[in-house]
């Protein structure tokens, strides 16, 4: 998302690096995630994906995150943790 939708200027390997260890922290992922992220996403399971897809909206801070049952996959815990950051 921030390659699309920054300048190029603004698109330094460290500021990229940082924006996807947040956005994976955020929705809980990072820790399962910090050594496969070359993995793809299909590969992942259910619940991963599901979290995946928020994590890559949330460095471009949208005002508005229209989102249709975002926590069907989710555990208790995954959901919880979801709702809290929306």
């Known amino acids: 998302g921030l390659r699309l939708h920054t300048e190029r200027s603004q698109?330094?390997?460290p500021r990229l690096d940082e924006?996807?260890?947040r956005a994976l922290a955020d929705v809980g992922l990072w820790d399962d995630m910090?050594?496969?992220l070359q993995e793809r996403a299909t590969d992942l399971q259910l619940?991963?994906?599901?979290k995946l897809c928020i994590a890559?909206?949330?460095p471009l801070k949208?005002?508005?995150i229209l989102m249709?049952?975002?926590?069907?996959?989710l555990d208790t815990a995954?959901?919880?943790a979801i709702e809290e950051l929306m």
């Open 68 to 73: 249709d049952e975002p926590c069907s996959a």
């Open 34 to 36: 910090k050594d496969r």
């Open 62 to 64: 949208p005002s508005v």
């Open 19 to 21: 924006a996807v260890e």
């Open 56 to 58: 890559r909206l949330l």
């Open 47 to 50: 619940d991963q994906q599901q």
């Open 78 to 80: 995954g959901t919880r």
């Open 11 to 13: 698109q330094t390997r």
